[in-house]
């Protein structure tokens, strides 16, 4: 029972294009999103989130994107540069109150950004 | 700041040994998560402690478990070990929402 998906495993982009990765979820309760970057033999790192009473989020080169009635969400780079090359997870959770705290990852997709 | 900080970072263990993973949390971090990524799979919730209790538990089976410290520290138990749980161990730390991870604890089991 996957119910945060992300249904592309990888994705090439060229330097200096943008690359727009997707998430979709099923769990009409999550309320709160994530992306993280992951590069091999390392922790994920946080990137950006989104709250559900929003539609996007910006931060630098990285926009956020949630379509709640179609139940989902997508990450933006522009521009998208080589060090951008890794593994993406979004991640989704029901807040503290709810279900827990705890965050239901995607499988990821693997962005590789070319020269 | 310090980050989260997991030991060991490589561990190699025989099938049927028990095995204890440690992490240690953002100093003022009270939540403690932990994760499993098998390998060519993606992150799969392991556990969650906050105030030193254990608020959730994803589906995995009783010889995984663990506990938090007074300190918000936090270990994760391993018992009879398997081959599949050849994986890499993520611990992540929250004050909030946004969970802060560290490098991971790569176990193989042989």
């Known amino acids: 029972d996957q119910q945060v998906k992300q249904n592309s495993p990888s994705l090439s982009v060229q330097e200096g294009r943008i690359s727009i990765l997707n998430c979709d979820y099923t769990?009409?309760?999550?309320?709160?999103f994530l992306w993280y970057k992951k590069y091999p033999a390392e922790g994920p790192t946080f990137l950006i989130s989104?709250?559900?009473?929003?539609d996007k989020n910006e931060d630098g080169r990285f926009t956020v994107f949630l379509n709640k009635s179609a139940k989902h969400l997508s990450l933006h780079i522009v521009p998208s540069q080589p060090g951008d090359s890794a593994v993406y997870f979004c991640?989704?959770?029901?807040?503290?109150?709810?279900?827990?705290?705890?965050?239901?990852f995607g499988t990821g997709t693997q962005l590789k950004v070319e020269l | 700041e310090a980050g989260v900080t997991q030991s060991p970072t490589h561990l190699i263990k025989t099938r049927g040994q028990q095995v204890t993973l440690r992490c240690s949390p953002i100093s003022g971090h009270t939540s403690v998560y932990w994760y499993q990524q098998a390998l060519g799979l993606g992150l799969q919730f392991l556990l969650w402690?906050?105030?030193?209790?254990?608020?959730n538990r994803g589906n995995f089976p009783p010889r995984f478990s663990g506990r938090q410290f007074p300190n918000y520290s936090s270990e994760l138990n391993v018992n009879a070990l398997e081959l599949e749980d050849s994986a890499l161990y993520l611990c992540a730390s929250s004050l909030f929402v946004e969970a802060f991870f560290g490098q991971g604890t790569r176990l193989t089991v042989v």
């Open positions: 769990n009409s309760m999550f309320d709160y």
């Open positions: 991640a989704a959770s029901w807040g503290i109150t709810g279900g827990g705290n705890k965050l239901t």
């Open positions: 989104i709250s559900s009473i929003k």
């Open positions: 402690y906050d105030e030193g209790e254990e608020r």
